[in-house]
């Protein structure tokens, strides 16, 4: 399986919500568990925003190295465009960042890994770990 993070689960990682073992255990599993810049730009932010020299260690020096990079690709911006054109249409609307990361999603056929509920009005795969 391929696993693709958004922030709040990386923010639940450094603030020790849930236990770092639990992305070990799942990688050991066989699965493929990404990041992607959108992901990476709101992590660096809130690190920066509230400075913690602990958070960015852990970040840089335990979560990163464990996390595949996934890039941007044009094709994925177009595709967020598509889906802000059919988000704003039904009512919704989700910030740009989400709609780029449920476009790297569902282009390399991963599940999104978030507590939010934002992604529900896009046609993705989601899991939170907070509770499974």
């Given at each position: 399986?391929?696993?693709?993070?958004?922030?709040?689960?990386?923010?639940?990682?450094l603030?020790?919500?849930?236990?770092?073992?639990?992305?070990?255990?799942?990688?050991?599993?066989?699965?493929?568990?990404?990041?992607?810049?959108?992901?990476?730009?709101?992590?660096?932010?809130?690190?920066?925003?509230?400075?913690?020299?602990?958070?960015?260690?852990?970040?840089?020096?335990?979560?990163?190295?464990?996390?595949?990079?996934?890039?941007?690709?044009?094709?994925?911006?177009e595709?967020?465009?598509?889906?802000?054109?059919?988000?704003?249409?039904?009512?919704?609307?989700?910030?740009?960042?989400?709609?780029?990361?449920?476009?790297i999603?569902?282009?390399i056929?991963?599940?999104?890994?978030?507590?939010?509920?934002?992604?529900?009005?896009?046609?993705?795969?989601r899991?939170?770990?907070?509770i499974?």
């Amino acid at each position: 399986m391929i696993y693709l993070l958004d922030t709040n689960v990386l923010a639940d990682f450094l603030n020790q919500k849930l236990p770092l073992t639990k992305l070990t255990e799942i990688i050991r599993q066989g699965n493929r568990v990404c990041i992607c810049r959108p992901v990476h730009y709101e992590t660096m932010r809130g690190l920066m925003k509230v400075p913690s020299p602990r958070k960015l260690q852990a970040f840089n020096s335990q979560l990163l190295p464990m996390l595949e990079w996934v890039e941007l690709r044009n094709a994925d911006w177009e595709q967020a465009t598509q889906y802000w054109a059919a988000t704003t249409a039904s009512g919704k609307q989700l910030n740009d960042m989400d709609l780029l990361i449920g476009a790297i999603a569902v282009r390399i056929g991963a599940t999104i890994v978030t507590a939010d509920d934002d992604f529900n009005a896009l046609p993705i795969k989601r899991d939170n770990w907070r509770i499974s």
